[in-house]
């Protein structure tokens, strides 16, 4: 992780839960809440590395994503909030991920996409050339994931 200079995370069932009974945009749920760990874990990593956020959040703009987080106080941790809204591409397409890079004038090969969803997160942002590591508790083979972990917390073994 030496050459890691961003440390990018999905949203929905990474950083926070996502709600399946409730619709609209996050920041208006009558409930908003962290991942499991999340809270604990986001102070020491944000310390070593910048931390951003993408989504494909249907509801939300990058805006309406920042504020959600400030409902529970995390906003402090990230340096940048993207949905795919603003970047005119979507999970998993590559585009989407070299567009962040684009975006921030770094190289893909110096982000760390860090998310739930194997397809969506990791799978596209390996085929744009970032490092991996997939949050799950699911057994299974997950060969473009560098790291495999089964909860937030043990992002701080790896960072």
């Known amino acids: 992780m030496n050459d890691i200079k961003l440390l990018l995370f999905d949203w929905g069932d990474t950083l926070m839960v996502d709600y399946p009974e409730y619709t609209g945009a996050m920041v208006t749920w ?3 809440s962290p991942m499991p760990e999340v809270l604990d874990t986001m102070p020491i990593i944000s310390k070593k ?4 956020v993408a989504s494909n959040a249907v509801a939300s703009n990058a805006e309406l994503m920042r504020q ?3 409902r529970i106080d995390i906003d402090k941790y990230f340096n940048l909030f993207i949905t795919s809204k603003e970047l005119g591409a979507a999970k998993p397409s590559p ?4 567009g962040i890079a684009d975006k921030l004038n770094i190289s893909t090969s110096e982000i760390c996409m860090i998310g739930n969803d194997y397809e969506k997160d990791i799978v596209g942002a390996k085929n744009a050339g970032m490092k ?9 083979l997950f060969p473009c ?3 495999v972990i089964p909860s937030f ?3 701080s073994n790896i960072i």
């Not at 590395?49 to 951003?52: H, I, R």
């Not at 585009?95 to 070299?98: A, L």
């Not at 991996?132 to 299974?140: P, R």
């Open 153 to 155: 917390g043990g992002l």
């Open 145 to 147: 994931a560098d790291h």
């Open 68 to 70: 959600a987080f400030q």
């Open 95 to 98: 585009s989407f991920f070299t």
């Open 132 to 140: 991996t590591i997939l949050i799950t508790a699911q057994q299974g």
């Open 49 to 52: 590395l910048t931390c951003a």
């Open 30 to 32: 009558e409930k908003v």
